[in-house]
């Protein structure tokens, strides 16, 4: 099967990632609930934040900062929706 570089992923990816985190809607991974990742409940780590799903407390995700960068875990979530073409 023919596949493309990742590099053609650059300009919807880049879309993708330019949202407004607390517009987009997540999908808890653990009860299915679908909610803006503003109505997630935060709380502050040392080193970052922790949303946990409004319905059942998962961690819906993670970030951390160190060293000069930020990381991502969303393990929590089965997906994010964005609007498209903001
Ligand atoms: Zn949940």
């Known amino acids: 099967m023919h596949h493309l570089d990742g590099n053609v992923l650059s300009g919807s990816a880049a879309d993708l990632f330019a949202f407004e985190a607390t517009a ?11 909610a803006a990742l503003g109505q997630a409940l ?3 780590l ?5 949303a946990r799903c ?20 969303m393990r929590g979530l089965c997906w994010i929706r964005v609007a498209a073409g903001h």
């Open 24 to 34: 987009a809607q997540g999908r808890c991974r653990s009860c299915a609930d679908i």
């Open 42 to 44: 935060v709380y502050g």
């Open 46 to 50: 040392p080193m970052g934040h922790v």
């Open 54 to 73: 409004r319905n059942c407390d998962n961690v819906l995700l993670i970030i951390v900062e160190h060293g000069g960068r930020r990381s991502l875990d």
